[in-house]
């Protein structure tokens, strides 16, 4: 019902910034939450970052809390993920979200819809 890809994903040097994004297609998704989440090899999939329909709210994992901002451009359906000072820990494939549902959650499980991932690889 709703496809999502990722792009924007690369190689960066600590300190660097990406933006990635996350284009929505079969369904308008300005309704409802999306979200990021990243996973690194052996590691589980944890949440990033989740912005409400109409950006009325947003939240972050801690380890991103003033590196990282979520945003979305409903006219395009897409979200992104602003990604400043990056660090080595922040290497991880990044998956955008969502649960067809208007406000963040933060378990994986809640969320019905899942792009490809993009990879990101931050260097020191």
């Known amino acids: 019902q709703v496809q999502l890809v990722e792009s924007g994903g690369g190689l960066v040097q600590a300190g660097g910034s990406l933006r990635l994004s996350c284009a929505a297609s079969?369904?308008?998704?300005?309704?409802?939450?999306m979200a990021w989440f990243r996973q690194a090899p052996g590691k589980e999939r944890e949440f990033v970052a989740g912005i409400s329909w109409s950006s009325i709210s947003t939240y972050y994992a801690d380890p991103v809390k003033g590196r990282f901002t979520i945003s979305r451009d409903d006219a395009k359906n897409i979200v992104y993920l602003q990604m400043n000072t990056l660090k080595p820990e922040d290497t991880a494939a990044y998956y955008c979200?969502?649960?067809?549902?208007?406000?963040?959650?933060?378990?994986?499980?809640?969320?019905?819809?899942w792009g490809q991932g993009t990879q990101v690889t931050v260097s020191s």
């Open positions: 079969g369904r308008i998704v300005s309704n409802y939450a």
């Open positions: 979200a969502t649960r067809l549902v208007r406000w963040v959650a933060t378990p994986a499980g809640e969320y019905t819809y």
